[in-house]
């Protein structure tokens, strides 16, 4: 079993729409959770953490369920800018990142 | 300024050949890691370097070896590269590794293609 699972999508929608997936983890001992962004053909990029509380950073909305072992991304009032892949990364062993395979999005105008 | 730099950015080799990758930060970050992203664009970690010293080294080929001269650049030789050694590299730094799990910082990432 993968560390890191996520819905590869794609996900297609239109400008000002609300797309929402999740990601699920195995290690139950996991400490920090992110949503990083890659476009293509261009190196992932921190997009925001995930705090137990859940948290929102303008568009974006992280939540983090440690019972059911997921985290989901909700991107509100989408623009064609937010077309990207969207990687759940989990913090399982010391210094080790997993990252999960990606979930693409393409918002279309 | 660029905050992770990887050289060379295109690498286009035949099997069998040596080749190094170089990476540097200018973030003061302690730790530097490798990763290697598929063509599924599954990105997994091989290496990571805190202070200079090898914390990270998952089950990767002996053909890859990284070193890390001093805490701002983290290295990649590969020897006898063989075809599915084709990949993107990307080096990656943070400031503190551990269960904080800090920010990681992308280099642009360095495309080998093994003919």
């Known amino acids: 079993r993968k560390e890191v699972e996520q819905d590869p999508g794609p996900f297609n929608v239109p400008e000002g729409a609300t797309v929402a997936f999740n990601c699920t983890y195995s290690?139950?001992?996991?400490?920090?959770f992110f949503w990083y962004r890659q476009d293509c053909r261009k190196e992932p990029k921190l997009l925001m953490s995930?705090?137990?509380s859940g948290n929102e950073d303008g568009r974006f909305t992280a939540q983090l369920n440690r019972a059911s072992q997921y985290i989901s991304l909700l991107i509100r009032d989408s623009k064609l800018s937010d077309s990207a892949t969207y990687l759940c990364?989990?913090?399982?062993?010391?210094?080790?990142?997993?990252f999960g395979a990606g979930t693409t999005v393409t918002v279309r105008a | 300024d660029t905050a992770v730099s990887q050289t060379p950015k295109y690498l286009v080799t035949q099997m069998g050949n040596d080749k190094s990758i170089k990476c540097e930060q200018n973030?003061?970050?302690?730790?530097m890691y490798w990763y290697k992203q598929d063509s599924k664009k599954f990105l997994k970690i091989m290496f990571s370097?805190?202070?200079?010293?090898?914390?990270i080294n998952e089950t990767v080929p002996n053909r890859f070896s990284p070193k890390s001269p001093d805490k701002a650049h983290l290295n990649l030789h590969i020897n006898s590269l063989e075809l599915g050694d084709s990949a993107v590299y990307f080096c990656?730094?943070?400031?503190?590794?551990?269960?904080?799990?800090?920010?990681?910082?992308f280099g642009p990432g360095t495309r080998l293609t093994v003919l």
């Open positions: 290690n139950s001992a996991s400490q920090s």
């Open positions: 990656a730094s943070s400031r503190l590794g551990g269960r904080g799990g800090n920010e990681q910082f």
């Open positions: 995930v705090y137990s």
């Open positions: 973030l003061g970050h302690d730790t």
């Open positions: 370097y805190n202070n200079k010293e090898l914390i």
């Open positions: 990364v989990v913090n399982g062993d010391d210094y080790k990142l997993s």
